[in-house]
Every structure is written in structure tokens, then in C-alpha cells.
């Protein structure tokens, strides 16, 4: 099967990231079904002709395409291989992508549970946010065959900008993975640099202006730095997920026997926010923390 507009397309997860991702598929012409466990999430997406058939295994059974964007390995788990799950209606010759993040070895464990049904499937992790999924700005980052890649690109075309092949099933995974290293790491040092201007009583604003330009500027210093001085807290993601991503990097140092302190400092820092019961808040509340 090749996937072109006339594909139909099954997006299970509408929340923060699936609803925009699931609009764009309909503005690009693909017959869209969706799911979510909050049935009120589909009234938008429903508004706008996507179908809402009842079930995971509803929307396999309807979708050349089945993409998942749920919130963690155990949402997506029970999706995939619960009662109603994907696996129970998913053809043989379709095509399984997981746009949410887990380990690699979750990503391998499910591909091959999707090829004893003769389904190709792809691990296919973004970076970009709500406003990179609205926009259809996403970067997405895939593992599986070169076969299933070619498939899935027109699928990925018309949610995100840049989409590449990283390498077998899991790949994907890592990738974003280093990304998160990277994200947590630079949230973090942005908010110490801005909380070690403001208590000298130097202006922070100017601190990250003249910032921008050198060696230090980055996307994260100037739009989440932006956003820390702005007391702009509304997630594009929420900082809880992040959670998961420590837990990623955890289990790839016991694994790999790498240590990533930096990585390990940052995300215990998220795990404070989180404790504190402002999980729902954007990463950069970790600039509270300096209140």
C-alpha cells in the first residue's frame, strides 16, 4: 500500500499534541478517525469530519494508517494490547506509527508484535511543542525500515517540517531521547542564567537580548526565555512529561554504562517542580524554583 491522501489515517490520542496533528491531516485531504479516553477531546476534531468509531480496535479496523500520541508507555500499552486495542483490528499490510515517546526497547518490542500480524510499524518521536504541532512544524525522528519510512513520509509531510530516518525500530526513540538530554539541560541553565542576573539586580531581559546573538543563543533561550520572564507558565507540554524522559535516561545509563550527570541534575530539578504539585505547568517553571 502506498500512503497518499486517499489513505485514511487513525489518530489515537487528541489531547495537547493529537488534536492539532489530526486537524492538519484533515487540511491535507486524508480521511481522518480518531480516539481518545475523553470522549469530549473528539467533539472539535469531529466538528471538523474527522470520525470518532468508539475504540482503538474501531480505528485499526477503519485505518490504512494507525498513529498513536498518547502520554506514556502505559496509555500506549493498553491502546495497542488491551481489549479493544489496535493489534485486534489493525489489518495485515497496514501501517503502526508511535509519535509518543518511550525506551527503544518498548519501540522494538512493539514492532515486533505489529510484523507477526504482517503490519510495518515506526517509531517516529516529535520535538516541537503545541504550537509546533499546530503549525504542522513538527520534527520528527523515525526508526524502522526504509520501506515503512517511504509510507509514512506523506503522512509526516503534512504534520511536520523536517522528518528523517534515524534508523531500525528503536531509533527513533533515541534520538529523542539526546533531545531531551538537551531540552532539560538548556531549560535548566537558561533559568540559572536568568535568576543569576535578576539577583545582582542586572536586568535579565537585556542579559538574554544581548545573549541571543553569541555563542549562548539557542531557540530555548529565546522563546522559553521569553517565556520564563514573561512569568508565562502555560505549557506547550506539560513539565510532568518530562518525567518519563528521566526515566529514559536513567535506564539508558544502566544499560549503555554512560553516566549523564548533567542530564541527571536537570531532571531531578523537574522532578522537584513536579512534587510540588505544578506538573501541569510549562518546563520552564523550573525558573520558579529561583522565586
Known amino acids: 500500500m502506498s500512503t497518499n491522501v486517499n489513505a485514511s489515517v487513525g489518530v489515537i490520542g487528541t489531547g495537547l499534541m493529537g488534536k492539532p496533528m489530526a486537524h492538519n491531516l484533515l487540511k491535507a485531504g486524508y480521511e481522518v478517525y480518531v480516539h ?37 508507555w502505559e496509555t500506549t500499552r493498553e491502546a495497542i494490547f488491551g481489549k479493544d486495542g489496535i493489534l485486534e483490528g489493525i489489518r495485515p499490510g497496514s ?100 535568576a543569576l542576573a535578576r539577583a545582582y539586580g542586572v536586568d535579565p531581559a537585556l542579559v538574554r537580548e544581548v545573549m541571543l546573538p553569541g555563542f549562548a543563543g539557542s531557540k530555548i533561550l529565546e522563546f522559553q526565555g521569553k517565556k520564563m520572564l514573561d512569568r508565562n507558565f502555560k505549557p506547550g507540554g506539560p513539565i510532568k512529561t518530562h518525567m518519563k524522559d528521566r526515566e529514559n535516561v536513567l535506564e539508558a545509563s544502566a544499560a549503555t554504562g554512560i553516566d549523564f550527570p548533567a542530564a541527571k541534575a536537570a531532571f531531578e530539578r523537574v522532578k522537584i517542580v513536579v512534587e510540588r504539585g505544578e506538573g501541569d505547568l510549562d518546563h520552564t517553571a523550573l525558573f520558579k524554583l529561583f522565586d
Request: hydrophobic content about 45%.
Open 36 to 72: 481518545n479516553r475523553t470522549a469530549s477531546k473528539l467533539d472539535e476534531l469531529g466538528a471538523a469530519g474527522a470520525v470518532a468509531p468508539g475504540s482503538p480496535r474501531a480505528v485499526a479496523e477503519k485505518s490504512d494508517v494507525v498513529i498513536t500520541m498518547l502520554i506514556d
Open 95 to 194: 501501517l503502526f506509527v508511535d509519535m509518543g515517546t518511550t525506551t527503544p526497547k518498548n519501540a522494538r518490542d512493539v514492532a515486533k508484535a505489529f510484523a507477526e500480524k504482517g503490519v510495518d510499524s515506526i517509531d517516529a518521536p516529535v520535538s516541537g511543542g503545541e504550537q509546533g504541532a499546530i503549525a504542522g512544524t513538527l520534527t520528527i525522528m523515525a526508526g524502522g525500515t526504509e520501506a515503512a519510512f517511504e509510507r509514512a513520509k506523506p503522512i509526516f509531510a503534512a504534520m511536520g517540517k523536517t522528518y528523517i530516518r534515524i534508523g531500525e525500530s528503536g531509533a527513533g526513540q533515541i534520538a529523542k531521547a539526546c533531545n531531551q538530554l538537551i531540552v532539560a539541560g538548556t531549560v535548566e541553565l537558561v533559568a540559572e542564567a536568568l
